[in-house]
Protein backbone atom coordinates (compact mmCIF):
# COMPACT_ATOMS: atom_id res chain seq x y z
CA UNK A 1 0.00 0.00 0.00
CA UNK A 2 1.36 3.22 -1.25
CA UNK A 3 2.07 6.16 2.16
CA UNK A 4 3.09 8.40 -0.58
CA UNK A 5 1.07 8.84 -3.61
CA UNK A 6 1.67 11.59 -6.20
CA UNK A 7 -1.08 10.70 -8.64
CA UNK A 8 0.32 12.65 -11.01
CA UNK A 9 3.03 10.73 -13.09
CA UNK A 10 3.31 14.20 -15.63
CA UNK A 11 2.76 17.81 -15.89
CA UNK A 12 3.35 20.29 -18.57
CA UNK A 13 3.35 23.66 -18.32
CA UNK A 14 4.33 27.18 -19.80
CA UNK A 15 7.70 28.74 -19.34
CA UNK A 16 6.56 31.92 -16.31
CA UNK A 17 3.66 30.45 -15.22
CA UNK A 18 3.16 28.44 -12.16
CA UNK A 19 3.88 24.52 -11.69
CA UNK A 20 2.02 23.01 -9.14
CA UNK A 21 2.85 19.48 -8.13
CA UNK A 22 0.75 17.19 -4.91
CA UNK A 23 1.43 15.22 -2.76
CA UNK A 24 -0.98 12.73 -0.61
CA UNK A 25 -0.01 10.66 2.10
CA UNK A 26 -1.95 8.57 4.46
CA UNK A 27 0.67 7.17 7.32
CA UNK A 28 -0.49 10.40 9.90
CA UNK A 29 3.06 9.05 11.95
CA UNK A 30 4.46 11.17 9.15
CA UNK A 31 6.31 14.74 10.96
CA UNK A 32 8.40 16.03 8.33
CA UNK A 33 8.33 16.24 4.22
CA UNK A 34 11.00 16.58 1.84
CA UNK A 35 10.79 17.11 -2.22
CA UNK A 36 13.61 15.75 -4.36
CA UNK A 37 14.53 16.66 -7.93
CA UNK A 38 16.01 13.98 -10.07
CA UNK A 39 17.72 14.91 -13.93
CA UNK A 40 18.14 11.81 -16.13
CA UNK A 41 21.31 10.15 -15.08
CA UNK A 42 21.76 12.11 -12.23
CA UNK A 43 20.58 11.15 -8.43
CA UNK A 44 17.63 13.32 -7.07
CA UNK A 45 18.94 16.17 -5.07
CA UNK A 46 16.96 17.54 -2.38
CA UNK A 47 14.98 20.75 -3.20
CA UNK A 48 13.14 21.81 -0.15
CA UNK A 49 11.55 20.64 3.11
CA UNK A 50 8.61 21.36 5.63
CA UNK A 51 8.03 19.99 9.15
CA UNK A 52 4.63 19.10 10.25
CA UNK A 53 4.92 21.93 12.54
CA UNK A 54 4.60 24.21 9.31
CA UNK A 55 2.19 24.97 7.07
CA UNK A 56 4.57 26.48 4.52
CA UNK A 57 8.01 27.00 3.55
CA UNK A 58 9.56 29.00 0.96
CA UNK A 59 13.07 29.30 -0.91
CA UNK A 60 13.77 31.20 -3.66
CA UNK A 61 11.00 30.12 -6.97
CA UNK A 62 9.77 27.19 -4.74
CA UNK A 63 7.60 27.04 -2.19
CA UNK A 64 5.64 23.60 -0.19
CA UNK A 65 2.67 24.39 1.62
CA UNK A 66 1.40 21.20 3.81
CA UNK A 67 -2.53 20.64 4.85
CA UNK A 68 -1.87 18.23 7.55
CA UNK A 69 -5.76 17.91 8.20
CA UNK A 70 -5.84 16.64 4.22
CA UNK A 71 -2.73 14.50 4.38
CA UNK A 72 -1.95 17.14 1.63
CA UNK A 73 1.19 18.79 0.55
CA UNK A 74 2.31 20.61 -2.45
CA UNK A 75 5.38 21.75 -4.43
CA UNK A 76 4.49 25.58 -6.08
CA UNK A 77 7.50 26.66 -8.77
CA UNK A 78 6.76 30.51 -9.53
CA UNK A 79 7.89 30.96 -12.49
CA UNK A 80 8.40 27.83 -13.74
CA UNK A 81 11.85 27.93 -16.41
CA UNK A 82 12.61 24.77 -18.94
CA UNK A 83 15.65 23.68 -16.34
CA UNK A 84 12.96 22.91 -13.86
CA UNK A 85 12.04 20.11 -16.16
CA UNK A 86 12.88 16.95 -14.46
CA UNK A 87 11.24 14.07 -12.13
CA UNK A 88 9.71 15.76 -8.72
CA UNK A 89 10.01 13.21 -6.16
CA UNK A 90 7.59 13.59 -2.67
CA UNK A 91 8.86 11.99 0.33
CA UNK A 92 7.95 11.47 4.09
CA UNK A 93 9.70 10.76 7.54
CA UNK A 94 7.61 9.98 10.50
CA UNK A 95 8.00 10.34 13.99
CA UNK A 96 7.75 6.60 16.21
CA UNK A 97 8.08 7.35 19.77
CA UNK A 98 11.24 9.42 19.05
CA UNK A 99 12.47 6.93 17.08
CA UNK A 100 12.80 8.33 13.24
CA UNK A 101 11.54 6.27 10.46
CA UNK A 102 13.12 5.52 7.11
CA UNK A 103 12.62 7.82 3.78
CA UNK A 104 9.63 7.31 2.09
CA UNK A 105 9.19 8.50 -1.33
CA UNK A 106 6.07 8.82 -3.92
CA UNK A 107 6.74 7.39 -7.66
CA UNK A 108 6.96 10.80 -8.94
CA UNK A 109 5.55 13.42 -11.14
CA UNK A 110 7.92 14.64 -14.27
CA UNK A 111 7.44 18.26 -15.10
CA UNK A 112 7.93 19.40 -18.58
CA UNK A 113 8.35 23.21 -18.81
CA UNK A 114 7.84 24.73 -22.30
CA UNK A 115 9.60 27.62 -23.60
CA UNK B 1 34.21 17.66 -2.39
CA UNK B 2 33.46 14.51 -4.39
CA UNK B 3 30.02 13.74 -4.68
CA UNK B 4 28.74 10.15 -4.37
CA UNK B 5 30.34 7.55 -6.87
CA UNK B 6 28.31 4.63 -7.70
CA UNK B 7 30.05 1.76 -10.03
CA UNK B 8 29.49 0.03 -12.55
CA UNK B 9 27.17 2.95 -14.01
CA UNK B 10 25.26 0.27 -16.01
CA UNK B 11 25.38 -3.57 -16.38
CA UNK B 12 23.74 -6.57 -18.02
CA UNK B 13 23.16 -9.76 -16.22
CA UNK B 14 20.91 -12.79 -16.24
CA UNK B 15 18.52 -14.68 -14.91
CA UNK B 16 19.69 -16.66 -11.99
CA UNK B 17 23.37 -14.88 -11.90
CA UNK B 18 24.88 -12.45 -9.04
CA UNK B 19 25.75 -9.14 -9.06
CA UNK B 20 27.45 -6.95 -6.96
CA UNK B 21 27.08 -2.82 -6.68
CA UNK B 22 29.09 -0.41 -5.67
CA UNK B 23 28.85 2.90 -3.62
CA UNK B 24 31.52 5.40 -1.97
CA UNK B 25 30.26 8.02 -0.10
CA UNK B 26 31.03 11.82 0.62
CA UNK B 27 34.12 12.33 2.44
CA UNK B 28 33.33 11.89 6.04
CA UNK B 29 30.19 11.00 5.89
CA UNK B 30 29.29 7.84 7.79
CA UNK B 31 25.67 6.46 6.12
CA UNK B 32 25.10 4.89 3.22
CA UNK B 33 21.65 3.54 2.26
CA UNK B 34 20.76 1.79 -0.92
CA UNK B 35 17.49 2.50 -2.64
CA UNK B 36 15.82 0.87 -5.77
CA UNK B 37 14.05 2.84 -8.51
CA UNK B 38 11.60 1.26 -10.61
CA UNK B 39 9.15 2.99 -12.63
CA UNK B 40 5.77 1.29 -11.26
CA UNK B 41 7.26 1.66 -7.88
CA UNK B 42 9.10 4.54 -7.48
CA UNK B 43 11.93 4.82 -5.03
CA UNK B 44 11.99 1.87 -2.23
CA UNK B 45 14.52 1.80 0.10
CA UNK B 46 16.71 -1.37 0.62
CA UNK B 47 18.52 -0.69 3.51
CA UNK B 48 21.16 1.61 5.77
CA UNK B 49 24.27 0.79 6.92
CA UNK B 50 25.80 3.12 9.68
CA UNK B 51 29.78 2.14 11.15
CA UNK B 52 29.23 -1.34 9.11
CA UNK B 53 26.45 -1.67 10.75
CA UNK B 54 22.95 -2.61 9.09
CA UNK B 55 20.49 -0.34 10.78
CA UNK B 56 17.25 -0.05 8.88
CA UNK B 57 16.06 -3.13 6.00
CA UNK B 58 13.22 -2.11 4.00
CA UNK B 59 10.57 -5.00 2.38
CA UNK B 60 12.98 -6.63 0.20
CA UNK B 61 13.70 -10.55 -0.04
CA UNK B 62 17.10 -12.00 1.46
CA UNK B 63 18.83 -12.10 -1.63
CA UNK B 64 19.64 -8.27 -1.23
CA UNK B 65 21.79 -7.90 0.68
CA UNK B 66 24.99 -5.27 2.02
CA UNK B 67 27.72 -4.04 3.70
CA UNK B 68 29.70 -1.36 4.71
CA UNK B 69 33.54 -1.07 5.09
CA UNK B 70 35.44 0.82 7.35
CA UNK B 71 35.84 3.32 4.51
CA UNK B 72 32.39 3.98 4.77
CA UNK B 73 32.39 2.36 1.36
CA UNK B 74 28.90 -0.06 1.07
CA UNK B 75 28.49 -2.77 -1.55
CA UNK B 76 24.79 -4.39 -1.98
CA UNK B 77 24.69 -7.81 -3.94
CA UNK B 78 21.85 -9.15 -5.47
CA UNK B 79 21.79 -12.80 -5.90
CA UNK B 80 19.61 -15.25 -7.94
CA UNK B 81 18.97 -12.52 -9.82
CA UNK B 82 15.07 -12.11 -11.25
CA UNK B 83 13.70 -9.68 -14.46
CA UNK B 84 11.92 -7.92 -11.72
CA UNK B 85 15.73 -7.17 -9.87
CA UNK B 86 15.75 -4.54 -13.21
CA UNK B 87 16.33 -1.28 -12.08
CA UNK B 88 18.06 1.61 -11.12
CA UNK B 89 20.08 1.33 -7.83
CA UNK B 90 20.71 4.44 -6.28
CA UNK B 91 22.83 4.93 -3.01
CA UNK B 92 22.66 7.82 -1.05
CA UNK B 93 25.72 9.19 1.88
CA UNK B 94 24.44 11.28 5.00
CA UNK B 95 26.77 12.58 7.45
CA UNK B 96 25.41 10.72 10.29
CA UNK B 97 22.13 8.21 10.21
CA UNK B 98 19.82 9.13 6.93
CA UNK B 99 16.61 9.36 9.34
CA UNK B 100 18.00 13.07 11.08
CA UNK B 101 20.74 14.09 8.47
CA UNK B 102 20.09 15.36 4.41
CA UNK B 103 20.98 12.35 1.82
CA UNK B 104 22.75 13.01 -0.86
CA UNK B 105 22.23 10.58 -4.06
CA UNK B 106 24.93 9.07 -6.47
CA UNK B 107 23.93 8.88 -10.18
CA UNK B 108 22.40 5.38 -9.59
CA UNK B 109 23.49 1.75 -11.33
CA UNK B 110 21.26 0.79 -14.03
CA UNK B 111 21.30 -2.98 -13.73
CA UNK B 112 19.35 -4.72 -16.80
CA UNK B 113 18.32 -8.68 -16.21
CA UNK B 114 17.68 -10.62 -18.93
Known amino acids: DQQVKQNSPSLSVQEGRISILNCDYT??????FLWYKKYPAEGPTFLISISSIKDKNEDGRFTVFLNKSAKHLSLHIVPSQPGDSAVYFCAARGNYGGSQGNLIFGKGTKLSVKP | KAGVTQTPRYLIKTRGQQVTLSCSPI?????VSWYQQTPGQGLQFLFEYFSETQRNKGNFPGRFSGRQFSNSRSEMNVSTLELGDSALYLCASSLGTAQLNEQFFGPGTRLTVL
Open chain 2, 27 to 31: SGHRS
Open chain 1, 27 to 32: NSMFDY
